[in-house]
Structures are given as C-alpha cells and as structure tokens.
C-alpha cells in the first residue's frame, strides 16, 4: 500500500509557476516510479510528467516539454513538479501516482495509487 498526498496547487496568473509536491508513504519509496497526471474539465487524464525510481530517466508529455520539471527526493518521500510558464491549458487537477515498476512509465494502467489531486487554475 502507498498514500499520497498532493500540494502546492492554486490560483496563478499566465506565465507564473508552481511547484507541486507529493509526499508518499507505506511502501518503501525509493522501489518505485512515479507520474505527474492531469485531468481538465471534460477531458480524459492524462500523463504529464513520469520518472524511474532513481529519478535519473523521465518522460514528459510533448505539451510541457520546456516548461515542466520532474524531480524526487527519495530520502523525503516525496516527488515534485516544478511548472513555468503557466498557460490558460494548463488548467486541471493535477494527481501523483506510484507506479508498479521501478522504471519509467507513461501509461496509467501502470500505476497502483493515486492522491486525491491538487487544483492548477491558470488566469490569462
């Protein structure tokens, strides 16, 4: 079993950043990959931001590509997002998820547990 806990969302204007965190526990963190999804109203979840146990291989979503940062602290449990340049699309609700592999994975059905999401709104 993995908890998760999101934070760091909120209300930001166009071009500003965030920085999202999820700090896990149960299982022992560092076995792992993680993933950064997104779901916008009335759009389907989709991956965002993934990386492998060690945090040294990651995938982003060709949208973010630039602008988004995938990172972990395996000694604090946690994964971050670090977001720049925020755009109107970026809009959603952002979820952490732990993988059920140690490598990088981009494909939902890859991941065992989710949080519960933190809100991104982007004003223009």
């Known amino acids: 079993q993995v908890q998760l806990v999101e934070s760091g969302g909120g209300l930001v204007q166009a071009g500003g950043s965030l920085r999202l965190s999820c700090a896990a526990s149960?299982?022992?963190?560092?076995?792992?990959?993680m993933g950064w999804f997104r779901q916008a109203p009335g759009k389907e979840r989709e991956i965002v931001a993934a990386?492998?146990?060690?945090?040294?291989?990651?995938r982003f979503v060709d949208s973010v590509k630039g602008r988004f940062t995938i990172s972990r602290d395996n000694a604090k449990n946690t994964v971050y997002l670090q977001i720049n340049g925020l755009k109107p699309e970026d809009t959603a609700v952002y979820y952490c998820?732990?993988?059920?592999?140690?490598?990088?994975?981009?494909?939902?059905?890859?991941?065992?547990?989710w949080g519960q999401g933190t809100q991104v709104t982007v004003s223009s």
């Open positions: 998820a732990a993988g059920r592999y140690a490598t990088v994975q981009v494909q939902a059905s890859a991941y065992d547990y």
């Open positions: 990386l492998d146990w060690s945090g040294h291989s990651t």
């Open positions: 149960g299982r022992t963190f560092s076995t792992y990959g």
